[in-house]
């Protein structure tokens, strides 16, 4: 082995002194750290403000990763004009679910006691509290003596006995156009039987706006008839003490909900609602709370607030009850008379107002609403009162009892947009922490790739002179045996008989002439 060689190969893969390397290197100040001066004062300093930067950028840094995972966002909102703007969806209930000249004796039956019209022994409640006329329609459909009763079906029952949107609408115009009962969808709600317009469903086509304001909108004229009101002797779930309307304004892919979200509009009143159309976009963990995954519901195919609760109840009730109410999608049963009472009523009430754990739904990450602001103006007018009752075939104080006018109009031909938006994201931390380093130690990326390098040529060194230390001692080692071989062979026979000589081997006198064999074997 030529050490020599060996010697100069690894002085010439040593790395540069950690005086060259600071003197070359972009990281500010480590030049006059690592000098060949002996100025130990001012490496002191240097060495001292180096570090306080260095500290101060470990905890600026700390700081900015903190507030990274934190996972911050912050909220835009904007207004955007639209050329013309899909009109929503509008749900309206009467207050009172069942009409009584369409409740039967059979209905009476089944049903009087949940309506709170009969007591446990099928006899008239509270008789001294019910007008004449009344208790007199009453004592005949109560009349249960040699009765035979017939299945009943409150899915039948709520449709038959609901309030019939032909009798219900006096006039409706959309964008000046008249509309008719034809343009309005039934659907069922925990008021019964209600109707949606531009519900966008059966194939119908959507309707659009092409201006804001009045008379640009939907506008109803109805008959609220609470002549057909079941008179209340109690409180139940299925009777109500309000007269008038529940209307809900709603995208076309949402359900109405509208026992929670609806607004009431009174008879002897128009009102105005203004609406605006608000696109709000959340954001998901774990930046905000949003739902990003499909909704796993075997009822509803678009997410929704209103579809996760209908959701969930239909499978609380299903679970609890056996059955479903009359609103509720799905292949259950229908609940009976019997079951809304003792078992679906109580129930839903629990769940809607004191279970907060059961139905817990998400906000969807994009969802539609609409923004109302509401005035009102009475009608009729003294002017216009008996115009009125003459125009419908009706008293002047039934006019002033029963008719509403809904107006609903966009405020404008644009919508908002309210975006959550992340507030500091990755290239944010990156670039924090990059002006920080230049800040303070005069560093960036491919200084800290400087470090690395230099610290990888000094280990990498290391590694190779330990390494080749070791591969020199086990070559001395085997040196070692050789030698002790030779001297061995030296002192053989045979080696005796090649001493040099003044003759030829196989020239000496008395032998016989050497011939390849001695050679062979020595």
């Given at each position: 082995m ?8 690894m ?5 540069a002194p950690i005086?060259v390397?600071a003197?070359?290197?972009t990281l500010h100040?480590?030049?006059h750290?690592?000098?060949?001066e002996?100025?130990c004062?001012?490496?002191s300093?240097w ?7 260095l500290?101060v ?13 934190q ?11 639209a050329?013309?703007?899909?009109f929503?969806?509008?749900?309206f ?7 009584f000249s369409r409740?039967t004796r059979?209905d009476l039956?089944h049903?009087?006691?949940?309506l709170?019209?009969l ?7 509270d008789?001294h ?6 208790l007199?329609i ?10 035979k009763?017939?299945?009943f079906?409150m899915?039948e029952f709520?449709?038959?006995t609901?309030h019939?949107i ?9 964008r000046?156009?008249?509309?008719s009962?034809e ?7 925990r ?5 949606t ?5 059966d194939?119908?086509p959507?309707m659009?706006t092409?201006k804001?304001?009045m008379g ?7 008959d ?5 009101y ?14 008038g309307i529940?209307?809900q304004i709603?995208?076309?892919d949402?359900?109405?909900f509208?026992d929670q979200?609806?607004?009431g509009v ?8 203004s609406c605006q159309?608000?696109?709000l ?7 905000g709370?949003?739902k990003?995954t499909p909704?796993d519901?075997?009822f509803?195919?678009t997410?929704?607030?209103t579809?996760?609760?209908?959701d969930c109840?239909?499978?609380?009730l299903v679970e609890?009850?056996?059955?479903r109410?009359?609103?509720m999608?799905?292949?259950?049963p229908?609940?009976?008379?019997e ?7 109580p129930?839903?009430d629990?769940l809607?107002e004191r279970d907060n754990?059961?139905?817990v739904c ?11 602001e509401m ?6 007018s003294?002017?216009?009162a008996?115009y009125l009752?003459?125009?419908?075939n009706?008293?002047?104080q ?10 609903i ?6 919508y ?5 938006k ?5 290239a ?11 800040l303070?130690?005069?560093?960036s990326?491919l200084?800290i790739?400087?470090l690395?390098d230099?610290?990888y040529?000094?280990?990498?060194f290391k590694?190779?002179r330990?390494a080749?230390k070791?591969?020199?001692g086990r070559n ?7 030698l002790?071989l030779d ?5 053989a026979?045979c080696e005796n ?5 003044t ?6 006198p008395?032998h ?7 050679d062979?074997?020595c």
């Amino acid at each position: 082995m030529d050490l020599k060689a060996d010697s100069e190969d690894m002085d010439y893969k040593r790395p540069a002194p950690i005086e060259v390397f600071a003197s070359r290197s972009t990281l500010h100040g480590i030049s006059h750290m690592f000098t060949y001066e002996r100025m130990c004062i001012k490496r002191s300093l240097w060495i001292l403000f180096f570090l306080g930067s260095l500290g101060v950028l470990v905890m600026v840094g700390v700081d900015r990763v903190q507030f990274y995972f934190q996972y911050p966002h912050v909220t835009k909102l904007d207004e955007v004009a639209a050329p013309m703007m899909v009109f929503p969806s509008v749900t309206f209930c009467n207050l009172n679910s069942f009409r009584f000249s369409r409740v039967t004796r059979n209905d009476l039956y089944h049903a009087g006691e949940l309506l709170a019209l009969l007591n446990g022994r099928y006899e008239i409640r509270d008789p001294h509290l019910v007008e004449e006329n009344v208790l007199q329609i009453l004592k005949e459909r109560a009349d249960f003596d040699n009765y035979k009763p017939r299945p009943f079906n409150m899915r039948e029952f709520y449709d038959r006995t609901g309030h019939d949107i032909k009798d219900m609408l006096l006039s409706c115009y959309y964008r000046g156009m008249e509309c008719s009962a034809e343009d309005f969808k039934v659907i069922f709600t925990r008021y019964g039987k209600c109707y949606t317009f531009n519900s966008g469903q059966d194939g119908r086509p959507l309707m659009v706006t092409m201006k804001g304001g009045m008379g640009n909108g939907l506008e109803l004229m109805l008959d609220i008839q609470q002549d057909e009101y079941l008179p209340v002797w109690g409180e139940t779930d299925e009777t109500s003490f309000e007269a008038g309307i529940k209307v809900q304004i709603h995208t076309q892919d949402e359900p109405p909900f509208i026992d929670q979200l609806g607004f009431g509009v009174a008879p002897g009143f128009q009102t105005f609602v203004s609406c605006q159309e608000q696109r709000l976009t959340y954001l998901p963990p774990p930046w905000g709370d949003c739902k990003a995954t499909p909704m796993d519901s075997d009822f509803f195919s678009t997410y929704s607030i209103t579809a996760c609760r209908i959701d969930c109840e239909t499978r609380y009730l299903v679970e609890n009850c056996n059955c479903r109410m009359v609103h509720m999608p799905g292949d259950a049963p229908y609940c009976t008379p019997e079951q809304y009472k003792e078992c679906a009523d109580p129930a839903l009430d629990f769940l809607v107002e004191r279970d907060n754990d059961y139905c817990v739904c998400e906000t969807p990450c994009n969802m539609t609403r609409y923004g109302k602001e509401m005035s009102f103006v009475k009608i009729p007018s003294k002017a216009s009162a008996k115009y009125l009752a003459k125009k419908f075939n009706k008293t002047e104080q039934y006019i002033a009892d029963n008719i509403l006018v809904l107006d609903i109009y966009f405020e404008a031909l644009n919508y908002e947009t309210i975006e959550q938006k992340k507030a500091y994201e990755l290239a944010g931390l990156l670039g924090d922490i990059g002006g920080q380093m230049g800040l303070f130690i005069g560093a960036s990326i491919l200084t800290i790739l400087e470090l690395f390098d230099y610290l990888y040529e000094v280990i990498k060194f290391k590694l190779c002179r330990c390494a080749k230390k070791k591969h020199k001692g086990r070559n001395n080692n085997d040196r070692g045996a050789v030698l002790s071989l030779d001297d061995v062979k030296r002192h053989a026979p045979c080696e005796n008989l090649r001493t040099p000589s003044t003759y030829p081997g196989n020239m000496l006198p008395h032998h016989p002439g050497q011939g390849n064999f001695e050679d062979f074997t020595c």
